[in-house]
């Protein structure tokens, strides 16, 4: 298993130290597109990230591995990313910096579906102002949405690779071990 992690910028050194400790292989992402997995999209700054991606040409062979079926997983920025007003790919649409000037930062610990309470650091996050039926909302804080799954996409408003809890990363690992075992063809 070798799994891709958009590098472009923000984030992506944490998720690597993430997947190292839990013995995977990865690759940073920055020009070309590789065949991997699954992907991680960081947390970092949605715009730059996409301005970026669309510079380098990686929107659409990424878009594409995503919609056919490639595990990804999207925190803070890389939920946005993955929104139906950026790569259009998941069901959600992001509100942006959405928790208001003093609660820019904060860390809580709130209920994951199927996993328990997680540590959850927020860092001008978003939260999943609307969803389509296809979509499970996995968290809420405040009332809000942070994290949800739909089919090979997880995401999450926090930042799992900021904390020493794993869970999350396991859950990601967890979809791309039964998608390569899947035989149904794509
Ligand atoms: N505020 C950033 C954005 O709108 C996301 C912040 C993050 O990824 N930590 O893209």
């Not at 065949?35 to 669309?54: A, H, Y």
């Not at 878009?63 to 939920?79: E, F, K, M, W, Y």
């Not at 978003?126 to 809000?144: M, R, S």
Request: net charge negative; proline share 4%; glycine share 8%.
């Amino acid at each position: 298993m070798k799994i891709a992690i958009l590098a472009l910028q923000g984030a992506f050194a944490e998720h690597e130290q993430m997947l190292r400790l839990l013995g995977v292989e990865t690759t940073l992402i920055r020009e070309h597109w590789e065949d991997v997995s699954g992907l991680i999209i960081p947390g970092g700054e949605s715009t730059s990230m996409m301005r970026i991606m669309r510079d380098e040409g990686l929107f659409e062979p990424l878009r594409q591995a995503i919609l056919d079926g490639l595990p990804v997983l999207g925190t803070c920025a890389g939920l946005i990313m993955l929104d139906r007003n950026h790569l259009d790919v998941m069901d959600i649409t992001a509100r942006r910096n959405a928790y208001g000037r003093q609660l820019g930062s904060f860390n809580t610990e709130e209920e994951f579906a199927g996993i328990g309470r997680v540590p959850m650091t927020f860092i001008r996050a978003p939260y999943i102002e609307e969803a389509g039926p296809e979509v499970e909302i996995l968290a809420t804080v405040e009332g809000k949405a942070v994290a949800a799954r739909q089919k090979n996409m997880l995401v999450t408003a926090f930042h799992p690779e900021l904390t020493a809890d794993t869970r999350i990363h396991e859950l990601f690992l967890s979809m791309v071990t039964s998608s390569s075992n899947d035989s149904i063809p794509r």
